[in-house]
C-alpha cells in the first residue's frame, strides 16, 4: 500500500528544512542533494512539492515574511502612539536567535533578487507594508501629541526602514554581537521628535 503524504506537511518541512540550511550555511547551500539528505528522501521526491528552486526559495523567503509580520503585530497589541513606533521597528530588528536566522534568509534572498529580475519582484511588497506601518504609526504619534507637530514623517519613515534593512545586513556580515543596542538609535531619533 503505498505511503500517504500530507502535502502541506511535506512543504512545511521542506520550507523549514531550507530555513535551517540557509540560517547555517547560506543561500548556496540549497542544493537538491543537500535537502535531500537533510530531510531523507530523494532528489525527486523533493521537486514534487515545488517547481524549482526559486519557488522554494520564494516559499522560505515567504515564511520568513510572515513569521515576521505575525512578531510586528504580537509587539503592536496594546502599544500607542511613540512606544507602538519604536515596538514595531523592535519587531523587524533581528534581536532574537529566530529573527537573526531569519536575517540570514532575508540578506541572502536579496542578493539572489540582485540578480534575477523575478525574485526581486517578490521583496518589494513587505518592504513598502512595513514602511506604511511605520509612517501610519508616527502620523498617529503626531495626532496623540507624542511627537512635534513638524516631525517630518516621511523622511523620518525613511530612516527608520533603512535602519531596519541595514542592521540585517549587519547582522549576517558581523553576527549577533551587533544587536547589542541595536535599539538605543532607533529610541534616540524618536526622542529628538518627542513633545516634552
Do not use: C
Not at 530612516?159 to 541595514?166: C, K, P, Q
Amino acid at each position: 500500500m503505498p505511503k500517504i503524504v500530507d502535502h502541506a506537511q511535506r512543504r512545511a518541512e521542506i520550507i523549514d528544512a531550507t530555513l535551517t540550511l540557509i540560517a547555517a550555511e547560506g543561500v548556496t547551500a540549497v542544493t537538491s542533494r543537500g535537502l535531500a539528505k537533510h530531510l531523507g528522501i530523494s532528489n525527486g521526491a523533493l521537486w514534487r512539492y515545488f517547481d524549482d528552486k526559486a519557488d522554494l526559495l520564494a516559499a522560505a523567503y515567504r515564511t520568513v515574511v510572515t513569521n515576521t509580520n505575525k512578531r510586528a503585530a504580537a509587539a503592536l497589541k496594546g502599544a500607542h502612539g511613540a512606544e507602538a513606533v519604536l515596538a514595531f521597528v523592535e519587531a523587524l530588528l533581528p534581536l532574537t536567535d529566530i529573527a537573526g536566522q531569519e536575517a540570514k534568509v532575508v540578506v541572502g534572498f536579496w542578493g539572489l533578487a540582485a540578480a534575477d529580475r523575478a525574485a526581486s519582484s517578490l521583496g518589494r511588497p513587505e518592504l513598502q507594508e512595513w514602511d506604511k506601518q511605520i509612517e501610519v504609526l508616527l502620523h498617529r504619534a503626531r495626532q496623540a501629541g507624542e511627537v512635534r507637530n513638524e516631525t517630518p514623517v516621511r523622511a523620518l519613515t525613511t530612516m527608520l526602514l533603512s535602519y531596519v534593512v541595514n542592521t540585517q545586513v549587519e547582522y549576517v556580515f558581523q553576527g549577533p554581537e551587533t544587536t547589542r543596542n541595536i535599539l538605543q538609535p532607533v529610541a534616540e531619533i524618536l526622542q529628538t521628535f518627542r513633545t516634552g
